[in-house]
């Protein structure tokens, strides 16, 4: 059709859209410029480039894309949610927060913009209402370990142990997790239930050996459970001192673990 028409726009579009489909962008990005050039009020050209321009993370062209095509139709939510993730890629969390509240007010039936909105809280530091987004995108989409995983690290931030706990395990009977396990780990020591988090913790390791915060996590309830024994338990201080020093290989930028092993001797 273009051989026969270079100027017909939608058929610009449609090799836009192909190329998308087939995950070039970049193939689709020109295909996506010229139909934007040829018919600059054209939303599906002005929202395609957006995409497109995202996926090649030419993040500024992107915003610039996605606010013309927000500009032609102010009721879109994928232009609202477009401007919104790219933002967050951008590190400007604060920026992405109004669009993807207006996403939210347009399709609040679509759980996705949920996700969006409690992403962008998050990164602006709105813990409490990260949590609340993150809850109402449970509510309308179905449980996924990337959703779960949002869920816990907002429960966790807010300070809701038992929380944690309930969408840890949630989580590992998806499968393994160490971020889950760490996090439940964590969440049972605040709890005091001491060997339940020493356990969780093991799990974490098991699954990820190089998840230092998780050796960390270990070695602090081997210290505790030495200590507690009047520093007669070999096995807790054998536990503790192979995991504090397994974390400060992993990560050797750790002062606080550092000051623990000197402390308690631990070398």
Known sequence: ILAQDPDNVPAWIGTGDA?????DWNRAEPAFAQAAELE???YDAQFGHGVSLQMLERLVDAVAAYHRAL???PYSAPA???IATTYLQMGEAQHAVPFAERAVELDGADGSTW????AALEQSGRDTEALEAYLAASE???ASPELMHNLLHAYARAGRHREVVGTARSILAMGPSA?????????????AEYDKSADAYRGAVDTDPAMWRAWNGLGVNSLNRWLLSERSDAEALREARTALHTSMQLNSD????????????LH
């Open 19 to 23: 190329y998308s489909e087939l995950g």
């Open 40 to 42: 600059p009020q054209s």
């Open 71 to 73: 500009v032609i139709d």
């Open 80 to 82: 609202c949610t477009g």
């Open 115 to 118: 996700v969006n909105l409690g």
């Open 140 to 142: 309308r989409l179905d």
């Open 179 to 191: 971020q889950a396990g760490e996090r439940m780990g964590w969440a049972y020591f605040r709890l």
């Open 254 to 265: 750790q002062p606080k673990v550092a000051a623990l092993i000197s402390q308690y001797q």
